[in-house]
Nanobody
Framework: QVQVVESGGGSVQTGGSLRLSCVAS????????MGWFRQAPGKEREGVAA???????SYRDSVEGRFTISRDNAKNTLYLQMNSLNPEDTAMYYC????????????????RGQGTQVTVSS
C-alpha cells in the first residue's frame, strides 16, 4: 500500500513563498505522471501543475511563472516551489500520481495524498 505524505504548507503574506513536498513510499513512481491540485472551501478542485515521466511540465495559467514543479525520482519526492503567493492561492494542496498525463487530467489517480494547507493573507 502506498503511503503519501505532503508537507511544506503554512501561512504566509502576499508575495511570500512556500515549497511543498510529497513523498510516496511503498511504490516507485518513476513512470507516473505526478502533479499537484488544490481545492478551496466552496470551490471546485483545480489542477495546479503536472510533471510527466519524461520531465515535461504544465501549469494552470494563474500560476505560470510563479510556481515550479519538479521531481526527484531517486527520493520518490515531488516538489512545488510557490513564489509571489497571493490570497487566491489559498487552498488545500494535494499531490497525486497517474499512469499518464491524460489520466491525470481526468483525475484518474493511482494514489493521492491527504493534503497540506496553504493560506495567504493580504
Amino acid at each position: 500500500q502506498v503511503q503519501v505524505v505532503e508537507s511544506g504548507g503554512g501561512s504566509v503574506q502576499t508575495g511570500g513563498s512556500l515549497r511543498l513536498s510529497c513523498v510516496a513510499s511503498g511504490d516507485t513512481y518513476t513512470n507516473y505522471c505526478m502533479g499537484w491540485f488544490r481545492q478551496a472551501p466552496g470551490k471546485e478542485r483545480e489542477g495546479v501543475a503536472a510533471i510527466d515521466s519524461d520531465g515535461s511540465t504544465s501549469y494552470r495559467d494563474s500560476v505560470e511563472g510563479r510556481f515550479t514543479i519538479s521531481r526527484d525520482n531517486a527520493k520518490n519526492t515531488l516538489y512545488l516551489q510557490m513564489n509571489s503567493l497571493n490570497p487566491e492561492d489559498t487552498a488545500m494542496y494535494y499531490c497525486a500520481a497517474a499512469d499518464s498525463y491524460l489520466d491525470y487530467l481526468r483525475s484518474e489517480y493511482i494514489f493521492r495524498g491527504q493534503g497540506t494547507q496553504v493560506t495567504v493573507s493580504s
